[in-house]
């Protein structure tokens, strides 16, 4: 096997997970340079998800993008992924062009991919036994990860079973059990109620301070990206979305999220924030407004 190529997580002989080779804290974990997405129209014109993304993550910090909808948020992710291909520009992942799937990633969708004719703790498996450990190393796995997301009593479950915040819980589980470079993530709690969201961002920022993986977080909300990140990127506003803002979130960690938004940091860098956000909010619905005003 070439060793100087990364290749899918393995169980070790400790029965912890890892990855060949060690990662290279000295690169990005995700570096989009000059990338720009287009897709044709069905009235044969390009659209232009976004233009010219300039994105550099580095290993173990947590960065969110925000931004207007339609402003090309999960074109980023996709691209950071292998999912889709830049229509121009390029992608690299810990120094290597991201050819395909990002095999140093994993992607957390806002909708969980659980398989519903699946037990808990064979969906949270699932990504072990595909790269072929056995079922008993990966089961055992499992359990390790079932406890510290708090559902070692769920293991024979099937997902309907669950409530939104326990499957999300699942998700993160099969996310973080292969033991990625990059958690990549869209968006995953915007379906839970503001109470359980909290918990959830709460226990995501316990188990991301304990992996220091990096993390790319997909939002539309201003507070969750502020409590949760070391940086926020603004995207601006659509077809043809570029960074138009990039902020440092400097409070301190640990952070008590239940809390973090009565602080006055929070509020400060939320306002200063917004202030550039909305600019760009504003004009997507201008657009949405004069797009209507034309069909009509």
């Not at 100087?4 to 169980?11: F, W």
């Not at 902020?247 to 200063?272: C, T």
């Not at 997507?284 to 009509?296: I, L, N, P, R, S």
Request: glycine residues 8%.
């Amino acid at each position: 096997m070439d060793k100087t190529k990364p290749t899918l997580s393995v169980l070790d002989w400790e029965g912890k997970i890892s990855t060949a080779p060690a990662k290279d804290t000295s690169i990005y974990a995700v570096e989009l340079t000059g990338c720009t997405r287009q897709f044709p129209t069905p009235g044969g014109e390009t659209y232009f998800a976004v233009r010219d993304i300039n994105l550099k993550v580095v290993p173990g910090r947590f960065v969110s993008i925000v931004g207007p909808t339609g402003s090309g948020k999960s074109t980023i992710l996709n691209m950071a992924a292998g999912l889709l291909n830049p229509s121009a520009g390029s992608v690299r992942s810990f120094g290597e062009p991201v050819i395909g799937v990002n095999r140093r990633a994993s992607y957390m969708f806002q909708q969980d991919p659980l398989l519903p004719w699946k037990t808990v703790i064979d969906n949270v498996s699932l990504g072990l036994t595909m790269a072929g450990v056995s079922k008993a190393e990966a089961y055992s796995e499992a359990r390790r990860w079932l406890e510290k997301v708090g559902l070692k009593n769920f293991a024979d479950r099937y997902p309907h079973q669950l409530s939104g915040g326990m499957r999300k819980r699942t998700a993160i589980a099969q996310a973080w059990i292969v033991n990625p470079d990059v958690l990549l993530m869209d968006e995953p709690f915007s379906a839970l109620d503001v109470q359980t969201r909290q918990i959830m961002e709460n226990e995501l920022l316990q188990l991301w301070q304990e992996s220091g993986k990096a993390v790319v977080f997909i939002t539309h909300d201003l507070d969750e990206a502020i409590a949760l990140s070391d940086e926020v990127v603004i995207l601006g506003a659509g077809p043809g979305s570029t960074v138009v803002g990039s902020y440092e979130i400097d409070i301190p960690r640990p952070r008590d999220l239940l809390d973090i938004r009565d602080d006055p940091q929070f509020v400060a860098l939320h306002r200063e924030i917004w202030g550039r956000l909305k600019i760009e909010v504003s004009k997507t619905y201008q657009t949405a407004m004069a797009e209507e005003g034309d069909v009509a």
